[in-house]
């Protein structure tokens, strides 16, 4: 059995099925094999499926040409996978199985891919780390919440894998682990059996080893022919230096610097935004959302078990209780006139461009890292790409966030994939 099989592209594991090189089961076993091997030191996991060699035998025997025939997947510990647990990252939810997949999980086995498992998530999808360690450090953290789904695939063991994002639970793992990271337009994608935290902050999100493959999983999810074919294909970026919003590493910064000068040489316009205000707005404004949000969501957990949750989470939904429905409506209200600010400034062919995270992977297991360079996009629905290739003179993964506007996520996948090669090949 070759196993380079489970590290070539995606289309590549789908044509090499196809052509009979491999079958979907021996394929699904790589995957097994090498998860295995590399779980005592990563712990991305939570569960792994039983199941394999029949879910990868009927995809094999399926009739029609399915776009990600016997791929396999990993799914975050919030989203429902059919006869497996979905304890969010608490001891407070049940170990009972899901009698049925989340629409997405569904949508995923009707395109071909093979469920290999649960990975692990923070409480409830808020900050309390799991046990997830970073691929490229074991005593740096891999992020939050999608942790265990961005390292597993920023490691290599699985090309794809499911995530969410309220905060910057997706791109900040993904910056951390070297993957590639789309977090989906908010509101696009139904999140029946999900287990969110925030309704209007709440979004699905893809990880892959590469933006080629976002590219192909994008195109099967979305149900596009292809995702390359865009009516408004970016032609300008403004960089985003990050708004004053934290301590930007300096490897970051240097980063952002020369940012510039490699997407003209790819052929964009390129000015710098000029946006700080409405940025720190949005960021404030996002925190009190969620916050007033969460304690809603879980409001029921908290009257039971408020002692079994972590004290960061507590203090959140403390907070969310004193907030008031007025402020939250004024938040949104902010939210909507910056949306269609954003929107005139941008016109339909300019995107944002800056960085996913402060900077590389902080060390320490203790906590997560900062969302702050995700909030305000969150809160504006923005679909986000997290481009991998970039690394600190320590081998850690530098990743960068292009930001979109609502709906467009095809032109932003298809600058990523000539931005990605621009990051690989720059010296840190």
């Not at 999100?205 to 022919?225: C, K, M, N, P, W």
């Not at 006139?337 to 960085?355: E, F, K």
């Not at 997290?386 to 850690?396: F, K, Y």
Request: charged residues 20%.
């Amino acid at each position: 059995m070759n196993s380079a099989y489970r590290a070539q592209p995606i289309q590549d594991q789908v044509a090499a099925i196809r052509q009979g090189s491999i079958s979907a089961v021996e394929l699904a076993a790589q995957v097994r094999t090498e998860i295995e091997r590399r779980e005592p030191d990563l712990a991305a996991w939570t569960v792994l499926s039983d199941d394999v060699p029949i879910q990868a035998q009927a995809q094999q025997d399926a009739p029609e040409a399915l776009p990600l025939r016997g791929v396999s997947v990993g799914i975050k510990d919030l989203i429902d996978v059919a006869g497996l647990p979905s304890r969010a990252g608490s001891s407070t939810t049940s170990a009972e199985p899901a009698s049925e997949d989340a629409e997405c999980v569904a949508r995923l086995r009707g395109l071909g891919a093979v469920i290999q498992g649960k990975t692990v998530t923070t409480e409830f999808g808020y900050f309390a780390p799991g046990p997830t360690r970073n691929p490229y450090s074991a005593d740096h953290t891999p992020g939050g919440s999608s942790s265990g789904s961005a390292a597993a695939v920023g490691a290599g063991t699985i090309p794809l894998a499911l995530g969410t994002q309220t905060a910057g639970s997706l791109t900040r793992p993904a910056a951390f682990c070297g993957a590639a990271g789309l977090v989906l337009t908010q509101g696009s994608t139904s999140l029946t059996g999900v287990c969110g935290l925030s309704p209007s902050l709440d979004s699905l999100g893809i990880l892959t080893r590469t933006t080629e493959d976002l590219v192909h999983v994008y195109s099967a999810f979305s149900g596009q022919a292809s995702s390359r074919a865009s009516s408004s294909p970016v032609a300008n970026v403004l960089v985003w230096s990050g708004s004053g919003l934290g301590d930007v590493h300096p490897e970051m910064a240097s980063l952002i610097e020369v940012l510039p000068d490699l997407l003209r040489g790819a052929g964009f316009g390129v000015a710098l935004l000029d946006w700080d205000d409405h940025v720190r707005t949005l960021t404030e404004d996002h925190h009190l959302v969620m916050a007033y949000e969460a304690a809603e969501t879980l409001r029921a957990v908290e009257e039971v078990h408020r002692e079994a949750l972590s004290e960061p989470l507590r203090a959140l939904l403390t907070q969310g209780r004193r907030i008031g429905d007025g402020e939250r409506a004024s938040a949104l209200t902010r939210r909507d006139r910056s949306r269609d600010l954003l929107a005139t400034m941008l016109g339909g062919s300019t995107v944002v461009a800056g960085p996913a995270a402060l900077g590389p992977a902080p060390s320490g297991l203790a906590a997560t890292g900062t969302p702050i360079l995700s909030r305000a996009w969150q809160l504006l629905g923005c679909p986000v790409v997290t481009v991998p290739g970039a690394r600190s003179a320590e081998n850690l993964p530098l990743g960068v966030q292009l930001i979109g506007q609502p709906g467009q996520e095809t032109a932003l996948l298809e600058m990523a994939t000539r931005v990605e090669p621009l990051l690989r090949a720059n010296p840190t």
